[in-house]
């Protein structure tokens, strides 16, 4: 009598494997990360259009800045620590609303975050001249290496790399940014520019969970240990 195996192919049970520990993976840096992105700058996104649209361009400056400054203030009531993403997001756009005010023009508004990006890009490059990759210092806001990690050749071989690959992914944004700025009006380059941005990013998360794990794999790290560290790092 003969029958056949029910039990799951090797090769198929890899590759369940890889998909099921880049989705945990993902989630986790989703749950990390994602209200910060949602705070620091899809709301006032949100906000600048909508106020762009129904009353016009000083309203739509004063509702995106008035949101980033009341998430600060409500954040320092309530003794929270403000996370990096919301320091930058005000930084940035009182800088850009200064500018944008004090010229009389709407583009130095939008200019601005193409400059921005096109500056960390090259700061992404030159952090790998010096001995420094920057993706090193910024690891452990979505992964929680330890000394350890840090220490094997091959973490640092990845985090150097993936230093580069930011620098592309910032680069690009940039440069997508500075097109749809030039062939869009300003109602419709709002919106394009941050689906545009945020899919470049999501390009940029996949194929660095996807060599991380990769890593992670080759050098005996567990990814559900890597995933259930990071959610149990205190939130912010």
């Avoid at 890899?14 to 709301?43: C, K, N, Q, W």
């Avoid at 850009?96 to 200019?111: E, K, V």
Wanted: with cysteine; hydrophobic share 55%; aromatic share 8%.
């Amino acid at each position: 009598m003969s029958y056949q195996s029910t039990a799951e192919p090797d090769g198929l049970g890899r590759i369940h494997s890889d998909t099921s520990s880049r989705g945990s993976v993902f989630l986790a840096v989703v749950r990390r990360s994602g209200p910060h992105v949602i705070e620091a700058s899809l709301i006032p996104t949100a906000l600048f259009y909508s106020s762009l649209v129904i009353v016009g361009l000083s309203a739509a400056y004063a509702s995106a800045l008035l949101w980033l400054y009341a998430s600060v203030v409500v954040r320092l009531l309530r003794k929270r620590a403000i996370p990096p993403l919301l320091v930058l997001g005000v930084i940035g756009i009182t800088v850009r609303t200064a500018i944008a005010m004090a010229s009389g023009s709407s583009f130095f508004y939008f200019a601005q975050p193409i400059l921005g990006s096109l500056v960390m890009g090259c700061v992404f490059l030159v952090s790998i001249l010096v001995g420094r990759p920057m993706v090193e210092r910024l690891a452990l806001e979505f992964w929680p290496l330890t000394p350890e990690m840090l220490d094997r050749p091959a973490v640092s071989r990845l985090l150097r790399g993936l230093t580069f690959w930011w620098a592309g992914v910032n680069i690009a944004i940039a440069l997508t940014t500075l097109m749809l700025l030039l062939w869009l009006p300003m109602a419709t380059y709002v919106a394009a520019k941050q689906v545009a941005s945020l899919a470049i990013m999501g390009i940029g998360v996949a194929v660095t969970i996807d060599l991380a794990l990769r890593t992670a794999r080759r050098e005996g790290f567990a990814a559900e240990r890597l995933t259930r560290g990071r959610r149990d790092l205190p939130a912010t």
